[in-house]
């Protein structure tokens, strides 16, 4: 089936620092990646879509400048959040649909971003 | 505006007896339905999905939920919940674009 590996699973950072997190389709090809943030016993809420070969698309509320997104590839996107503080300390997970027609939202294991 | 309501935060069972997570949506046009499961620190899994045909879905684990057009719901359902099943469990509708709204959540918690 479709997998998608996510990495790190944990990272701490010093506020002020970057973090990169990657997405990888392992067997398809991923044109979309969909990134969500989740805070403790909350939800997961949309941040932004990337889309291999031309600029992510950010939901309202989302800073783009705070949060880049890069779809470098169609098995690969990133997300680097820049100048990490303490409220950015959150769980990220990534989700992309199958390329082969089929909807199987197929999510990633998740991040756990720490800003100490 | 698109939605989804799970009214029950927290949910505790006996182990061996029957389960429903309730879940309702609201949305524009024909919805694409999804439950899935997360452990503390993990990732989301799959449970059932719904797009078109029978209206009752079978899942993974033991699990099935019924699609109802006229109450705009989704419930979850398993007859005989196991210890292991305890976890939060998402309600997310969704359109062929790929983008998903989740609901808020609902924590299973089952009791020896």
Redesign the interface.
Known sequence: GAVVS?HPSRVICKSGTSVKIECRSLDFQAT?M?WYRQFPK?????MA?SNEGSKATYEQGVEKDKFLINHASLTLSTLTVTSAHPEDSS?Y?C???PDRGL???T????T?LTVV | AQSVTQPDIHITVSEGASLELRCNYSYGATPYLFWYVQSPGQGLQLLLKYFSGDTLVQGIKGFEAEFKRSQSSFNLRKPSVHWSDAAEYFCAVGNQGGKLIFGQGTELSVKP
């Open positions: 996510q979309t969909f909350q939800s997961l809420m949309l879509t769980f997970i989700s992309a649909p909807i199987g939202y999510f990633g294991s998740g756990r």
